[in-house]
């Protein structure tokens, strides 16, 4: 039986990951020092190795090798019906590939029989995903191909967009690339 809150720590070639599940999933997957850290989750459990948790570890063990898991470990997500609605949506992006913000908002305005949705108001459910690669936010980009809004940090995106052979030609970034636009 998986305590309330359970969480457990992964070293990745990117850094501390913080892993926490709860006795219907995992709850929570973020680098240390990530932004908007999911709320109410404390960090002073005592770690355990339970088996939602030990098969988040083979996911990532898997997906640092450069290649795609094939699987997906149980996800207990919560939030807004929006945000659901977003993250529903960033788990449909193919290993490899990215989309950018207002296709995702173009999405959601037709599911939802909308003319429009703002992709500001996308980014923002994007940035609070809870559970960071496996539901791929990263894969998220800006307009004409700019790297912005990751809350593990643009040079992270930028290193998983790598990782998953994406070609990375087509993308820029002035925080990674210490530019002020495109190369």
């Known amino acids: 039986m998986v305590e309330k809150h ?17 006795t219907m999933g995992l709850t929570g997957l973020w680098f240390e020092g990530t932004k908007n850290i999911p709320v109410g989750l404390n960090l002073e459990y005592k770690a355990r190795e339970v088996p939602v948790i030990v098969e988040a570890k083979r996911w990532l063990d898997i997906y640092f090798s450069g290649k795609c ?9 919560t939030g807004t019906e929006f ?5 529903h949506l960033l788990r449909q992006i193919p290993y490899g590939k990215t ?7 173009d999405n959601i305005a037709k599911k939802r029989g909308m003319q429009s949705m703002s992709a500001q108001a996308v980014g923002g459910a994007v940035s609070h995903n809870g559970i960071s690669i496996i539901i791929p936010c990263h ?38 690339l210490g530019i002020k636009g495109r190369p």
């Open 6 to 22: 359970v969480t457990s720590i992964y070293q990745s070639p990117l850094g501390r990951i913080y892993l926490t599940a709860d």
């Open 69 to 77: 898991p094939g699987f997906t470990p149980h996800l207990h997500i």
């Open 83 to 87: 945000r659901l609605c977003v993250w």
């Open 99 to 105: 989309v950018c913000y207002g296709l995702l908002a």
């Open 139 to 176: 894969r998220v980009v800006g307009k004409n191909g700019n790297l912005t809004g990751y809350a593990g940090g643009v040079d992270r995106k930028y290193k998983l967009l790598q990782l998953e052979h994406v070609a990375m030609e087509k993308f820029f970034s002035p925080v990674v």
